[in-house]
């Protein structure tokens, strides 16, 4: 009789589970369809990994708040990931389902499934993005800043915006000695379209479009010198000034509150000067806009830019005490 190695058995691998899918899934093709209501497989892994978690997806959000706040993780890719799972929770809510309603019994028991799931999300990141991953707050928030308000104004500033960029491209990278070239031609454009404005209105307009221009080629341009700097101050100066005088006009001080919340640059630098001078209804105006604003970065848990509105309106409030 063979003396059966106990120790031996024990140690022998498992059959292998099998696989749920039938080749490579990248995340954002779609998984399932509920009652016209689409799920991806980054949503399949989500829910598979909130079974593992007694407060479900709730806690996989807090990891990914806790990742986002850490300086030794990609904020961006953690924040793209919360985008995620915040849309799929809105999703589950339309339809009234929990997650392991969602999944089916041999998805809700699979091994395999739940160590895909681990891997992908934990740690492969979100290479192939979905909306959600694409639109993040952060990202829908900052390009709002920058051009979503220019409809209200009574000269928008996108018809100036054109004519700026061309010279001043679109994907080029520039060191310190073509940015001090750019700079001078952009400085130039300016100067040309603003003898040619017809109004203060359109001034306004066209120093609000140079400053959206020069924030978004910021990080690819070698500033080192502050040849770009240089220009933004100058059409800063030039916009405030213009824009104490139209601060009542609709759109104008929501537009300068929320580029002075997102500009990441610290080129907004006359802003604190500028509010803590208004008139009293526009101060009024501008701690009811402030207030909107507040409450939508607190419900977002955007942190930096909260402080940064809540700097403002104490900018706004110092001289009424």
């Known amino acids: 009789m063979v003396k059966r190695d106990d120790g031996r058995a024990r140690r022998l691998p498992r059959p292998e589970e099998r696989p749920l899918d039938d080749g490579v899934r990248y995340g954002p093709e779609t998984w399932r369809e509920i009652d016209g209501i689409a ?7 989500l829910l598979r990994l909130a079974l593992a978690e007694p ?22 890719a953690a924040e793209a ?16 389902r929990t997650p392991e309603e969602v999944l089916d019994a041999e998805e809700r028991a699979s091994g395999w499934l739940l160590k895909k799931a681990w891997k992908r999300v934990w740690h492969d990141g979100p290479n192939r993005r979905t909306d959600a991953m694409r639109n993040t707050p952060r990202r829908r928030l900052w390009a709002h800043a920058l051009r979503g308000n220019w409809a209200r104004f009574p000269v928008s500033p996108a018809r100036f915006e054109p004519e700026l960029r061309r010279v001043v491209g679109d994907h080029a990278y520039y060191d310190y000695r073509a940015t001090d070239l750019v700079a ?15 109004s203060d209105l359109e001034r306004l307009a066209l120093h609000r479009a140079a400053m959206t221009v020069i924030l978004e080629m910021m990080n690819r341009v070698d500033d080192s010198l502050a040849d770009m700097s240089e220009v933004f101050a100058a059409s800063e100066r030039a916009y405030l000034t213009l824009a104490r005088d139209h601060a009542g006009l609709d759109g104008i001080l929501r537009d300068l509150l929320e580029l002075a ?12 000067a500028f509010l803590g001078a208004l008139q009293e209804e526009h101060a009024d105006l501008a701690v009811r806009e402030l207030s909107g604003i507040i409450a939508e970065l607190r419900r977002e848990r955007l942190d930096d830019q909260l402080s940064r509105a809540l700097m403002l309106r104490k900018a706004v409030l110092a001289p009424w005490g």
């Open 39 to 45: 799920f991806c497989h980054w949503d399949r892994w």
């Open 55 to 76: 407060r479900g997806l709730d806690a996989i959000a807090r990891e990914f708040r806790t990742r986002a706040a850490s300086q030794r993780v990609s904020r961006e």
């Open 184 to 198: 001078r031609l952009l400085e130039g454009q300016v100067d040309l379209l603003g003898a040619m404005a017809a």
């Open 261 to 272: 919340v997102w500009e990441d640059y610290g080129l907004l630098r006359g802003i604190g």
């Open 81 to 96: 990931m919360l985008a995620q799972v915040v849309d799929l929770r809105a999703r589950l809510a339309r339809l009234a």
